[in-house]
């Protein structure tokens, strides 16, 4: 089929929660992938609790993170801590071709769902289970979010000024990494899988996959026995690197000159030939030594500027430059709305809502995303009769035994 997309034919059961688990499985639901997500009935996936909220309430089907980490997936709710939940697990697992978690080691094989267990029922699984550090090793059972990771991998060493605590990069740091590693591990399973027709066992540690973001910093100890450390909105190369303030509250602008003509041409920009013809500046690194001075003559021109007005002004001189947007305004910024990021979906609980696009546009098998996030069991009588088959008084049996809640 013409329309048909990319992964229509994959399978995945995904016990994946929080963050940085459903995120990649998101991405491969956007591309056809037909994701079976199981939630617990007694157990809130904590990612429901997170700001922001739509229309500000919170809710358990309110969470904007969750509703964009989980968009196009199908939901079932299952008490996994009932035996009989077993039979249904098992029948999804026949049904997969891919099952997900992140849990921290110890869960999975507590319920006796490993993945050494569920191979025995098949043999040619693929799983990923990914976690702060990995399945195995010292520090294997540390459960913690992306903030822990980010940390512990080093990246709070290198974010803030050098005489203030550390600031750490935005938010659960690694959570939002690692699942790009995660999507792409499955399907170079999936590949292997149809080349082959083997399963394999994708143990991924959520910090070891975000250090590929600290290449430099690592070579250049590696290299030359340097440790990099914390240096504001500076950089190592460019200059000036930094955020100006601009006109009206809490405006900003980022601005870096990435080579000694551009430098000309941000000094001929904000009028200040003196610092163009100064010899001291005449090099990134000089400048680097006086960015103090560099900075306070870059400020007093974008203060009186406002922040959209300096971008397009120095954007038409070949510097670089883009004002520092908050959500409001990169909600409404016309080059997210031209790639259509931001797309509207219609919300069981909530009617109209928005979540992010697919990430990337492929030309000939176009991502789109299907359906909002699911509340908690939306899918369920569905996944049971349409996927496993199951028959009214199988259903029956099994919600009298307490198996979705």
């Known amino acids: 089929m013409a329309d048909a997309l990319p992964l229509a034919d994959v399978r995945i059961l995904d016990f994946m929660w929080v963050m940085a688990g459903p995120a990649a499985t998101r991405m491969l639901a956007d591309y056809g992938a037909t994701v079976v997500r199981i939630e617990s009935p007694t157990r809130v996936d904590t990612a429901r609790t997170l700001q922001p909220f739509h229309n500000n309430t919170p809710g358990p089907d309110s969470s904007g993170l969750f509703g964009n980490c989980n968009a196009g997936k199908l939901g079932i709710s299952l008490d996994l801590g009932n035996p009989r939940s077993r039979e249904v697990v098992f029948d999804l697992l026949r049904w997969a071709q891919v099952v997900t978690e992140s ?10 769902y490993d993945y050494e267990s569920l191979r025995k029922v098949k043999p040619d699984l693929i799983m990923v289970s990914t976690c702060l550090m990995g399945q195995s090793g010292p520090l294997s059972r540390i459960a913690g979010f992306g903030n822990m990771a980010a940390a512990i991998s080093g990246f709070h060493n290198l974010t803030g000024w050098a005489d203030r605590q550390p600031a750490g990069p935005f938010g659960a740091y690694t959570d939002y990494v690692s699942p790009r590693f995660t999507a792409m591990a499955i399907l170079a399973a999936l590949d292997h899988h149809r080349r082959t027709g083997e399963g394999q066992y994708i143990d991924q540690s959520q910090a070891e996959s975000s250090l590929h973001f600290l290449s430099p910093a690592i070579l250049d100890y590696t290299v030359n026995g340097r440790i990099q450390s914390r240096a504001g909105n500076s950089d190592r190369e460019f200059a000036p690197h930094g955020v100006y303030p601009a006109a009206g509250e809490d405006r900003w602008i980022a601005i ?12 001929s920009a904000i009028k200040r030939a003196d610092l163009a013809n100064d010899s001291r500046l005449a090099t ?13 003559a870059i400020s007093a021109w974008t203060r009186e500027m406002g922040a959209g007005a300096a971008e ?3 954007q038409s001189r070949a510097i670089a430059a883009h004002q520092v947007q908050n959500s409001a305004q990169i909600a409404r910024d016309p080059q997210m709305a031209h ?10 609980t909530l009617g109209k809502t928005f979540v992010e696009g697919p990430r990337a546009r492929l030309s000939r098998t176009p991502a789109r995303v299907r359906s909002a996030a699911p509340f908690v069991g939306e899918h369920t009588q569905h996944v049971l009769e349409n996927i496993l088959h199951y028959d009214e008084e199988r259903i029956t049996d099994l919600v009298a035994a307490g198996v979705f809640g």
Do not use: T, Y
């Open 284 to 296: 990134a690194a000089g400048r680097r030594e006086h960015s103090a001075e560099i900075d306070e």
């Open 339 to 348: 790639r259509g990021h931001f797309v509207e979906v219609n919300h069981s």
């Open 256 to 267: 870096v000159c990435q080579s000694d003509s551009q430098w000309r041409s941000l000094c």
């Open 312 to 314: 397009a002004f120095l």
């Open 103 to 112: 849990f921290s080691p110890k869960a999975m094989r507590a319920w006796g």
